[in-house]
């Protein structure tokens, strides 16, 4: 039976009339991991889960906090239009990226149920072109169009929807970004094949671009496989509170493949096979997902002494 999410008064609950938290962060966190959120609440608490707001401040403080960021958003607005006609003349990078987004954004479609618009695309061309000039460590890639439409749809204010993507990007560098952190998701997946299931790692044997294909489930943050984009939000949230955890994502994309893993070695597919039946995996359910891959990763904490140290470190120490 599904158990009801975090609704709007519980939430309310967990702060006392300062606004000062009065449950712990452990207490929240295995709550989202077993309940989730209710939509309801999520544009607030994902400003807790970011790191837009911090967990010891009081509703006086955040007040302050959303002002002096709203300030200076303003100011790097201001900024890049000062900086932007240099760009466009002299960094012939930028204007790649400029392309790279206005063909990503075209091929964004989204209407409510009236059949109006509801994505603001001039909002996410400068935003993402902001995120870029800013950030040099995530560079654009393809799919941060889709991940920032998630926060569009989260909240209201412009300043909200920039800070709140560039705080989400700064906890999941090593999850989703390209140069930073999907090549060692793929190289710890494949680990983690080897050492939980020995007879499907050899079937893998000499098909080593298989593991390596599925590095778009990491890049777009695995938007693709859900029905909803409650379930993306839904699996977002547990890993913005590292539960149950750290680089749960890699269980995650574990648990994806076995879903597949006997149809593969029944009909023992080649590696192109293989990619396609794993490109059909999606509607999922988030609820369902996490919790097989809670239970997976329950499984390997069962052979803790015999983990290799690699996978130790990686999903039980602290953050990288």
């Known amino acids: 039976m599904k158990k009801m999410p975090i609704d709007k ?10 606004g000062h938290l009065v449950k712990s962060r452990d207490f929240i966190s295995s709550n989202i991991l077993d309940r989730g959120l209710d939509p309801a ?3 607030e608490a994902w400003k807790f889960l970011t790191g837009y707001y911090s967990w010891r401040s009081s509703h ?4 302050t906090v959303d002002s002096m960021r709203r300030k200076s958003y303003q100011a790097l607005c201001n900024m ?18 400029c ?4 063909s990503d954004l075209q091929r964004l479609y989204l209407r409510d149920a009236q059949g109006y618009a509801i994505v603001d695309k001039k909002q996410l061309e400068k935003i993402l072109l902001l995120s870029y000039v800013c950030n040099t460590d995530a560079e654009y890639q393809q799919g941060f169009h889709e991940m920032l439409l998630l926060f569009q749809l989260l909240v209201e204010k412009e300043h909200e929807v920039y800070w709140l993507f560039q705080f989400f990007l700064q906890k999941t560098e090593h999850s989703c970004v390209v140069n930073i952190g999907v090549g060692k998701n793929l190289i710890m997946l494949k ?3 080897a050492f939980m299931d020995p007879i499907f790692a050899k079937h893998l044997e000499g098909k080593s671009r298989v593991v390596q294909s599925l590095f778009p489930w990491f890049c ?7 029905k909803s984009f409650d379930d993306v939000w839904r699996l977002w949230e547990v890993f913005l509170m590292g539960m149950p955890c750290r680089n749960f994502q890699v269980i995650v ?8 893993r006997d149809q593969i070695l029944r009909e023992n597919m080649g590696g192109d096979d293989i990619l396609m039946v794993c490109g059909n995996i999606i509607d999922l359910d988030a609820d369902e997902l996490i919790s097989k891959a809670c239970s997976m990763y329950k499984l390997l904490m069962e052979h803790k002494d015999k983990v290799p140290d690699e996978l130790k470190e990686f999903f039980l120490q602290g953050d990288p």
Do not use: C
């Open 41 to 43: 609440v999520r544009s």
């Open 80 to 97: 890049y239009n000062k900086i932007q006609p240099l760009l466009e003349t002299e960094h012939r990078d930028f204007m790649q990226v």
């Open 253 to 260: 994309a574990y648990t994806m493949l076995q879903s597949v």
């Open 191 to 193: 680990a983690v094949i």
């Open 99 to 102: 392309s790279f987004i206005n």
């Open 60 to 63: 006086d403080e955040r007040l």
């Open 9 to 18: 008064a519980e939430w309310e609950g967990y702060f006392d009339e300062s």
């Open 220 to 226: 777009l943050f695995f938007q693709q496989v859900f």
